[in-house]
């Protein structure tokens, strides 16, 4: 019985040998069975395994990738950070450079630190020190926002995906069996805290130096300010003293011996030289001009003086004009003066006037030449008019005529509100008195030349001599 069952099991065996070897051909092949599997739950054939394998390479080809690219970043940023490093260094070096130039500046006195304070310390600082000020605190805001920056791309980094991923096998196209870990990569190491401790010591020491600075140019300031104030003090003091000194030399008149040892000079004819007295006329019925004249001109000498008010610029008029005689108007009337003035010697000339009739008398050297009446009889002189030596006037104080300019040199232009005797006129004439006008008196504070007039000192009875 025994050996009939082992025969069975020798026949059965060997027909499925050689069934196998007629069917196929091959052999068999043994699979690794992974951790964790059971033999009998059919791990799969050949071609599951494959399948499985090549997605796991392509996580792993995916997360070298991934890798790279980041290594590269850091690479990227770190030369960033290391051009940072260096900038911040060379201003370092500059703010150094700055000190160092200011402390040497201080040693050579006060002028030559006021001239380096002017010197661009930083690349980029205006010359004034509020701007100054303003410029290095921005600066400073601007170094401290670039660190923040450096950190705050670090800390995006070490946080960007792939960087700190645990790859683990999915379950194949097969039966869903659980995988173990494939690749774990290690976090990215954080930058060196010894980088990020260089950079804020240099920080650190360019805001020492930032501030040092700031200190020394908010003293320049105060100092300059202080100087500035005192130097304006002293200016105002001496601009007082010249103005005081002026009003001596105006109020004591020491540009000539006396008030009325002057003269005016009127050298060409033209529209635009002239004298002008300051005080004007008061209502007058009568009056009497004296003055000194010197001409030459022809033909005629001119308008020595005029006087004109709103209405009537021709009020009171002396002229000698192309080849008429001299002529005297009041009021825009007209009488001829026996007179001669136009040899180049000094002569004294004296008109006088009244209301009552309109007589008049023009005297020269102390002679009475000539009387008259019927000159704007009954018209009084009136009041608040301009008077100009040396030019006609067509309207008030102005619109002259060159043609009618005197040329020459007058002095001792004296008005009075009355008639005055015969007497009076000669003693004047002849050096022996000397009146001065009660109306018009000839003082140099009452006389202002115009357009290029001049006046110059003159003692009129010395001249007088000297020419005869």
Known sequence: MLNLIVGILYLVSGRTARANEGATGSRF???????????????????????????????????????????LLQKETIVSQQGTIKELNSKLA??????????????????????????NTMGDLPRDPSETI???????????????????????????????????????????????????????????????EVLRQRLEVLEGQLLRKVSELEEEKSQLLNETAGHRQRTESMLSSLLERITELERTNNAFKSPEDFKVSLSVRTNYLFGRIKKS?????????????????????????????????NEIVLIEWGNNPIELLVNDKVAQLPLSVSDGRWHHICITWTTRDGFWEAY??????????????????????????????????????ATQAFVGEMSQFNMWDRVLRPGDIIGMANCSAYMPGNVIPWVDTNVEVMGGATKAPLEICEERAFDS
């Open 134 to 196: 303003d410029q290095l605190g921005k600066t400073m805001q601007s170094l401290k926002g670039r660190l923040e920056s450096l950190e705050q791309q670090q800390q995006q980094q070490l946080r960007l995906p792939g960087t700190n991923l645990s790859l683990t096998s999915g379950g194949g196209g097969g039966g869903g069996g659980g995988g173990g870990p494939v690749a774990s990569l290690p976090p990215l190491a954080p930058l060196p805290t010894e980088l990020r």
């Open 29 to 71: 092949v043994c699979n690794a069975i992974p951790p964790g599997a059971e033999p009998g739950c059919g791990y799969g054939h050949t071609g599951n395994r494959v399948q499985s394998t090549s997605q796991v390479e392509d996580e792993l080809r995916n997360t070298i990738i991934q890798l790279r690219e980041t290594i």
């Open 281 to 313: 006329l008061p209502e007058m019925y009568a009056f009497t001009v004296c003055m000194w004249l010197k001409s030459s001109a022809s033909p005629g000498i001119g308008t020595p003086f005029s006087y004109g008010v709103p209405g009537q610029a």
């Open 94 to 119: 500059r703010c150094e450079s700055s000190a160092d130039d200011t402390s040497q500046s201080r040693a050579r006195g006060q002028g030559s630190r006021r001239k380096e304070y002017g010197k």
């Open 364 to 401: 020269q050297d102390g002679e009475r030449l000539g009387t008259g009446d019927n000159l704007a009889p009954w018209h009084p002189i009136k009041p608040g008019g301009v008077i100009i030596l040396g030019q006609e006037q067509d309207i008030v104080g102005g619109r002259f005529d």
